[in-house]
């Protein structure tokens, strides 16, 4: 199984609403990303947990809020966004976190995202 | 700064024509990789290069590390409608082992 599953495939939100985004993999992969893709644009990195703890959160503003319950699963727990947060939402996993780090070669496997229009 | 920077950004080209497409910087990368993402998917890896000089296939695309290891190329032979996507090179930064990515070439085969 070299699947990323995410769930839903597209979402519509108003702006006062709470929503949830998932993401599951049986990889056996310990680092998992949520990434933001504008149209025409390259993903830009959000979050990354290693071994189910957060490493990096790029400057996200705090209505996103990642967690992840176990090795296997990643959620997006969305509140009151914004038009401009309108976006693809897409996960990813790799076998370790750290790209080029000792000159490791990691493989990063996405699933196929979750459209999110913000009304 | 690490920046990863892609040529041309847009090619629409008819079927059965030979492509390249680009990706250069000025500062030199431990490994390079590059993906195709079709419209309302994921990007997908389609290989990793590692070795300055380096040549790697994958059937009518070829895929070159520069020497210096700063910038790879992406040659598609005899393009077909299928090979029509979002390009994207992507190399780790230095600072916090992520990937940083190109803006991507947009690619339309058109038959």
Known sequence: ?119 | TQLLEQSPQFLSIQEGENLTVYCNSSSVFSSLQWYRQEPGEGPVLLVTVVTGGEVKKLKRLTFQFGDARKDSSLHITAAQPGDTGLYLCAGPMDSNYQLIWGAGTKLIIKP
């Not at chain 1, 149209?39 to 967690?67: C, H, Q």
């Not at chain 1, 000159?103 to 459209?115: C, N, P, V, Y």
Request: proline share 6%.
């Open chain 1, 1 to 119: 199984d070299t699947e990323v599953t995410q769930t839903p495939k597209h979402l519509v939100m108003g702006m006062t609403n709470k929503k949830s985004l998932k993401c599951e993999q049986h990889m056996g992969h310990r680092a998992m990303y949520w990434y933001k893709q504008k149209a025409k644009k390259p993903p830009e990195l959000m979050f990354v947990y290693s071994y189910e703890k957060l490493s990096i959160n790029e400057s996200v503003p705090s209505r996103f809020s990642p967690e992840c319950p176990n090795s296997s699963l990643l959620n997006l727990h969305l509140h009151a966004l914004q038009p401009e947060d309108s976006a693809l939402y897409l996960c990813a996993s790799s076998q370790g976190a750290g790209f080029g780090f000792r000159g490791r070669s990691e493989k990063l496997f996405f699933g196929s995202g979750t459209q999110l229009s913000v009304l």
